[in-house]
């Protein structure tokens, strides 16, 4: 069946340095794809999106790239802020209509 | 345009009482999923209800658990004699019926402890 795996964490890092979090999907047909952020105590938000292979997701300087060749939506920033610090989903949609699949989440500590 | 509404945000249940979740959709949403976070863990599709239907439930446990989503109201998400593992947190999402492909809004999300 369909599935996301994501990088296990935590990924700890400094103030301004470069982030990736990595994710690959298994799937049939032609999925969306999805990155999600849940702050503390919080639900999920949505942080950006792609529909179709090349496309480019982004947001508050966050950036995915759907990649059908290599399965993958690796999430990256060039210069994370303290305020990023969060759990993040990487997760798929196989129609529409139909309920999104997630990974396991990656938790990212920022520190100054 | 109020976000999508979850109550109780917690709720602390004894082993064999019942939990009642509640999720009011965005408006104009009438697509509800049903999602549980166990800890370390990510979130694991429940189901996928319209304004009276159950859509699919392939996520739901067979025993104790039922979700409706009525015509008027809120969906309720059911847990009838709860056990320890159901300790969870449960989230709600809804989309539009014909809206930007697949994107679902999600709810604060209702924490449920049993003791």
């Known amino acids: 069946g369909d599935s996301v795996t994501q990088m296990e964490g935590p990924v700890t890092l400094s103030e301004e340095a470069f982030l990736t979090i990595n994710c690959t999907y298994t799937?049939?047909?032609?999925?969306?794809l999805f990155w999600y952020v849940q702050y503390p105590g919080e639900g999920l938000q949505l942080l950006l999106k792609?529909?179709?292979?090349?496309d480019k997701g982004s947001n508050k300087g966050f950036e995915a790239t759907y990649r059908k060749e290599t399965t993958s939506f690796h999430l990256e920033k060039g210069s994370v802020q303290v305020s990023d610090s969060a759990v993040y989903f990487c997760?798929?949609?196989?129609?529409?209509?139909?309920?999104?699949?997630f990974g396991k989440g990656t938790t990212l500590s920022v520190s100054s | 345009n109020a976000g999508v509404m979850q109550n109780p945000r917690h709720l602390v249940r004894r082993r064999g009482q019942e939990a009642r979740l509640r999720c009011s959709p965005m408006?104009?949403?009438?697509?509800v999923y049903w999602y549980r976070q166990l800890p370390e863990e990510g979130l694991k599709f429940m189901v996928y209800?319209?304004?009276?239907?159950?859509?699919?439930e392939s996520g739901m446990p067979k025993e104790r658990f039922s979700a409706e989503f009525p015509k008027e109201g809120p969906s309720i998400l059911r847990i009838q004699q709860v056990v320890r593992g159901d300790s969870a947190a449960y989230f709600c999402?809804?989309?539009?019926?014909?809206?930007?492909?697949?994107?679902?809004?999600f709810g604060p999300g209702t924490r449920l402890t049993v003791l």
């Open positions: 999402a809804s989309s539009l019926e014909f809206g930007a492909k697949d994107e679902q809004f």
């Open positions: 799937a049939t047909g032609y999925p969306s």
């Open positions: 792609a529909t179709k292979a090349d």
């Open positions: 997760a798929l949609s196989p129609a529409a209509g139909t309920a999104l699949i």
């Open positions: 408006k104009g949403h009438s697509h």
């Open positions: 209800l319209q304004k009276e239907n159950i859509i699919d």
